[in-house]
């Protein structure tokens, strides 16, 4: 089965600090991978995808990702964050076609310091 | 543009009292749709989800069931709430193929 772990509960950063958030998945094939953002009081959003192609995707908000297949990782990165991107991440992987194959990691809460 | 409504956003519950969470969605025909639960810590659950009306698969066995009366309408229910059932549920929705889950904005369930 599937899994999916990222590295920080919980990250906390001052504004202008560089972030990356770490996510490693567990499975032998051909993977869909995305992050999901949910704001404080808002819904889960889909941040950035990588289904194939570039291993490097930029996202919303300046967001990228990297897909490195050989340490199975899709690490989230943001040169500098700002105090509007306190929010839990989430990382996901779905080996199929289909809705139902998401699987979720536990999420990083990160919280910037004005 | 397609929007998701789930309601209510909050609900404090006796245990032994039955559920019924709602979600709708609007802007888009025979969408697959999802119910997870959200557990502080360990991510989502995925509970059920439906291709369609009246199709139904679950993922965990457990004191909730869910149902798909219409097109776009997907309810949450249990006839009795444990305590166990306290959490976050959230209510998604996609397209076959999009690979691309929205969400709604989630309930909050508390079983005193």
């Not at chain 2, 360990?42 to 199709?55: E, T």
Request: glycine share 8%.
């Amino acid at each position: 089965a599937q899994s999916v772990s990222q590295h920080n509960h919980h990250v906390i950063l001052s504004e202008a600090a560089s972030l990356e958030l770490g996510c490693n998945y567990s499975y032998g094939g051909t993977v869909n991978l995305f992050w999901y953002v949910q704001y404080p009081g808002q819904h889960l959003q889909l941040l950035l995808k990588y289904f194939s192609g570039d291993p490097l995707v930029k996202g919303i908000k300046g967001f990228e990702a990297e897909f490195i297949k050989s340490k199975f990782s899709f690490n989230l990165r943001k040169p500098s964050v700002q105090w509007s991107d306190t929010a839990e991440y989430f990382c996901a992987v779905n080996a199929g076609n289909y809705g139902q194959n998401f699987v979720f990691g536990p999420g990083t809460r990160l919280s910037v310091l004005p | 543009s397609q929007t998701i409504h789930q309601w209510p956003a909050t609900l404090v519950q006796p245990v032994g009292s039955p559920l019924s969470l709602e979600c709708t969605v609007e802007g888009t025909s025979n969408p697959n749709l999802y119910w997870y639960r959200q557990a502080a810590g360990r991510g989502l659950q995925l509970l059920f989800y439906s291709v369609g009306i009246g199709q139904i698969s679950s993922e965990v066995p457990q004191n909730l069931s869910a149902s798909r009366p219409q097109d776009r309408q997907f309810i949450l229910s249990s006839k009795k709430l444990l305590l166990s059932d306290s959490g976050f549920y959230l209510c998604a929705w996609d397209r076959d193929r999009s690979l691309a889950l929205h969400f709604g904005n989630g309930t909050r369930l508390t079983v005193t």
